[in-house]
């Protein structure tokens, strides 16, 4: 069976620190990952993806992952983080043509 | 272009009851998901209708069902409503089935079952 696991419900950075939230997952075949940022009373919107090629993946905002197979890792980072970064951060494999989950979330707070 | 809209935007309805909520799918998206976000979760799939057939399901029992209609709007039809069925729902629409393409995601309906 696939997972997903977010370390981490929340996590606390200062404005213009480092951003990193954690996504570790298992899956018997290669699969498709994504992170998703929800802002509040918002629908899910898309960060970035991976699906083949290149592992590391940049993606909307300054944000980037990079798809480590031997650690089943998908971390998403930002080198810089804003204000405007504070929202709930999702993490989702899809293994198959219907399998897919999402992680827990991470809720991100940005302190001024 | 308009985007993904949901309605209605809340809704309290009591145990045993039946609901249904409404999506409108992006411009020229044909395939529609359907999620259940509990408090603090993750969105847990429910089911994706393409051009007006469900294409996969959840892990949802069968009172959770759904439609699509020829302008690939959606309905998702909760039957005999249970206190845990209280929940973001959120509808997704993509251009194509399966979930390798971008969903573009409604604000969703919260649902309040008392």
Redesign the interface.
């Known amino acids: 069976a696939q997972s997903v696991t977010q370390l981490g419900s929340h996590v606390s950075v200062s404005e213009g620190a480092l951003v990193l939230l954690r996504c570790n997952y298992s899956s018997s075949v290669p699969p498709y990952l994504f992170w998703y940022v929800q802002y509040p009373n918002q629908g899910l919107q898309l960060l970035l993806k991976y699906t083949t090629g290149a592992t590391l993946v940049k993606g909307i905002n300054g944000f980037e992952a990079e798809f480590k197979k031997s650690e089943t890792s998908f971390h998403l980072t930002k080198p810089s983080a804003h204000m405007s970064d504070a929202a709930e951060y999702f993490c989702l494999i899809i293994q198959g043509a219907q399998k897919l989950v999402f992680g827990q979330g991470t809720r991100l707070t940005i302190n001024p | 272009e308009t985007g ?1 809209t949901q309605s209605p935007t809340h809704l309290i309805k009591t145990r045993g009851q039946q609901v249904t909520l409404r999506c409108s799918s992006q411009s020229g998206h044909n395939t529609v998901s359907w999620y259940q976000q509990a408090l ?6 429910i089911f ?1 209708y393409y051009r007006e057939e469900e ?3 959840g892990n949802f029992p069968p009172r959770f069902s759904g439609l699509q209609f020829p302008n690939y709007s959606s309905e998702l039809n909760v039957n005999a409503l249970e206190l845990d069925d209280s929940a973001l729902y ?1 509808c ?1 629409s993509s251009p194509a089935p ?3 393409n ?7 309906t919260r649902l309040t079952v008392l």
């Open positions: 993904v603090g979760q993750g969105p847990q799939f994706q294409n996969g399901r959120l997704a399966g979930f390798s971008e969903q573009f995601f409604g604000p969703g």
